[in-house]
């Protein structure tokens, strides 16, 4: 058992930028950020002893934090719409104005469905078409039609950002 924590605990450490960037990809505030962090290391562990090796650890570590980060996702988005509904002067505040492109982007890609998030995600890691296929759960030629929607997506999404209201 210490040998499995202990080869569990190395691979964390070896990954914790990629467990970071998922939570990021899902998360603003640091606390959440950390939280969510968390909560995908207990669902890795959890997880480990059922890793056979068929796929690469680390598409194996992305499926598990993103379906972790979006299983969260929808769990803080019904607690926050039963907030609105409970004070509805939370309404009052808007989204702060974009101030660069970069921004604007990762607004965008903020809109971004769950599915559509982690396949720009893995994209702009480098991992091949097969690899995201792997995560996703959607066939490898799918991939590349999705890239393609979501890049448009993304340009038109950007583009209503710059023109604004």
């Known amino acids: 058992m210490k040998e499995t924590r202990d080869a569990f605990a190395a691979l964390v450490v070896a990954h914790q930028k990629l467990i970071y960037k998922v939570c990021h990809l899902y998360a ?8 969510l962090f968390q909560e995908i290391v207990l669902n890795l562990w959890r997880a480990y002893p059922r890793f056979d090796g068929r796929s690469r650890i680390t598409t194996w570590m992305y499926r598990v934090g993103l379906n972790t980060a979006i299983s969260q996702l929808r769990k803080t988005t019904r607690r926050r719409r039963h907030e609105v509904h409970a004070d509805p002067g939370g309404l009052a505040a808007g989204p702060p104005p974009p101030d660069d492109q970069a921004r604007q982007l990762r607004a965008a890609i903020r809109q971004l469905d769950d ?17 995201i296929a792997a995560v996703v759960g959607i066939s490898t030629n799918y991939v590349g039609v999705q890239l393609n929607r979501i890049k448009q997506k993304l340009r038109r999404l950007t583009r209503e950002a710059s023109d604004g209201p």
């Open 28 to 35: 603003d505030d640091p606390a959440d950020v950390e939280d």
């Open 115 to 131: 599915v559509e998030k982690a396949i720009v995600l893995l994209y702009l890691e480098d991992h091949s078409y097969a690899e």
